[in-house]
């Protein structure tokens, strides 16, 4: 697939926002935005970048009544020679494929896509931010168009891409935070929607988040979903610990999303000559050995916060510390590594960055 991108430029561009430091999260967006439409006699067709804008769509357009949709996120970042590149892009892309299949939308070709992205970016480039652990989030996303209110997979769909500017994840450094197990309410389960970004998975999410909240946490950590025994994720993070020593992470059994993050950590950890085991954790390991003094870290991944450490788990009315509520160095080394690579600080030995203006 290698079709041409139609350009409309806009005529009234927005002003740039002043203050980096306060950009927040998803609250901006750019000049322009990225759309390509699905129709089943055609294959995805008319990709072309045009006015950011809202669009009309009809009330009975399938997305609005049964959720057919997928999502991505993903980073554009300024590095210190004033260029912009992304991170392990066609990962993104590549899942993309994955959750279509689970939710029965058309595959895209995963190159084309990293293609049409940095079209965008690349149109959009002066957005980009260059104050520290600032970047442009990116937001692909495909819903179903089909007007009708029967219940079966749409004929119709559109792949859109938004970009936002948005301020560091850590305004006031990496504080590790306190995260609630939910006991009540499951995120997935086997056989469900859980390895896929697919919108559902948040609107389930919500009532724990609420609850979470009210009770102090600011994130939720979700168990399985059989038997409300085994760790699966941390809100939309994955999660890990270090146990004796060894770096330890839920296996991806079907009800987990396979963070980009999380590979990357796992890659890292593993060059660095460390023991990463991806396998099933009971919460009540983690509580024991932790009592016991043998969980020195634990830490959430994903592409917003990179890692985000955890200093206390709250369960069954029992309450954990882990480091004595301060990050711990391999979660540091971690983080310093990862961000080093993504602003060019540090040379990119794995060749995760591709660079696009
Ligand atoms: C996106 C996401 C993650 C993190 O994935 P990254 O590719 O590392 O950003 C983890 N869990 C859930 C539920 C997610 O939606």
Redesign the pocket.
């Known amino acids: 697939m290698d079709q041409k991108i139609t350009i409309t430029m806009s005529e009234n561009l927005k002003p740039k926002p002043a203050d980096e430091s306060s950009l927040g999260f998803g609250r901006i967006f750019t000049d322009h935005m990225f759309v390509m439409d699905y129709a089943e006699d055609k294959g995805w067709y008319d990709p072309r970048i045009e006015p950011y804008s809202p669009i009309s769509i009809d009330p009975s357009s399938m997305i609005l009544h049964y959720g057919q949709a997928i999502f991505?996120?993903?980073k554009a970042y300024r590095t210190t020679d004033g260029s912009v590149v992304l991170f392990r892009p066609i990962?993104?892309m590549r899942?993309i494929n994955v959750s279509n299949n689970r939710m029965v939308i058309p595959q895209i070709d995963p190159e084309y896509m990293v293609k049409c992205v940095k079209a965008l970016v690349e149109l959009e480039k002066d957005w980009v931010p260059s104050s520290t652990g600032t970047s442009l989030y990116i937001r692909p996303f495909i819903f179903a168009t089909d007007t009708f209110l029967g219940v079966r997979p749409s004929k119709t769909y559109k792949f859109m891409v938004i970009l936002s500017p948005s301020g560091p994840y850590y305004p006031q450094g990496l504080d590790p935070v306190k995260i609630y197990v939910e006991q009540e309410y499951v995120?997935a389960v086997v056989g469900g929607t859980?390895f896929a970004?697919t919108p559902g998975?948040?609107a389930a999410s919500l009532a724990s988040q609420a609850k979470a909240y009210e009770s102090g946490y600011v994130q939720v950590l979700w168990l399985d979903g059989v038997e409300r025994k085994y760790i699966e994720?941390v809100?939309?993070?994955?999660v890990f610990f270090v146990i004796d020593g060894k770096l330890v992470t839920p296996s991806l059994d079907g009800s987990?999303?396979?963070?980009?993050?999380?590979?990357?950590v796992i890659e890292l950890a593993r060059s660095w000559g460390i023991d990463v085991e991806e396998r099933r954790i009971s919460i009540d390991e983690v509580f024991t050995k932790a009592l016991d003094g043998r969980v020195s870290e634990v830490f959430g991944?994903?592409?917003?916060a990179v890692i985000s450490p955890v200093g206390e788990l709250f369960w069954n009315n029992k309450k954990v510390i882990f480091n004595d509520n301060k990050i711990g160095n391999l979660s540091q080394k971690l983080y310093s590594t990862i961000t080093g690579i993504q602003y060019g600080l540090i040379p990119d030995e794995f060749n995760w960055i591709e660079k696009v203006v």
Do not use: D, V, W
Request: hydrophobic share 15%.
């Open positions: 991505e996120g993903m990962e993104n899942r995120r859980g970004k998975n948040y994720e809100g939309s993070m994955n987990t999303l396979p963070g980009i993050t999380r590979k990357t991944s994903g592409t917003a």
